[in-house]
């Protein structure tokens, strides 16, 4: 199994950034792609990037391409989601997720989830 634990939300104005990391636990973690998916008040979730098991393979919606990067870094268990230039509709809860040798922009693909971190983006 793999536990994932987000953090690194909050509140930051229109233009600016953050940084969420996404950590694992659990063995294996070099085996599991790492999804991000972000959903808005009164929304469904939504894809937002994912990253190979290996850290080859980055795949972004169009809505945060050029704007956010994923990145992990598999010694320390650790996916990071690095998000530039954000606009109040970024705002949401962002959640990590894995699936083992799969690399994939749906939900159900992905097999362990986190429990969340809020972030809001004011204008």
């Known amino acids: 199994q793999v536990q994932l634990t987000e953090s690194g939300g909050g509140l930051v104005q229109a233009g600016g950034s953050l940084r969420l990391s996404c950590a694992a636990s659990g063995r294996r973690f070099s085996n599991y792609a790492i999804g991000w998916f972000r959903q808005a008040p009164g929304k469904e979730r939504e894809f937002v990037t994912t990253?190979?098991?290996?850290?080859?393979?980055?795949y972004y919606a169009d809505s945060v391409k050029g704007r956010f990067t994923i990145s992990r870094d598999n010694a320390k268990n650790t996916v990071y989601l690095q998000m530039n230039s954000l606009k109040p509709e970024d705002t949401g809860v962002y959640y990590c997720?894995?699936?083992?040798?799969?690399?994939?922009?749906?939900?159900?693909?992905?097999?362990?989830w986190g429990q969340g971190t809020q972030v809001t983006v004011s204008s």
């Open positions: 990253i190979t098991w290996g850290g080859g393979g980055t």
């Open positions: 997720a894995a699936a083992e040798w799969k690399m994939s922009t749906a939900q159900a693909e992905y097999e362990y």
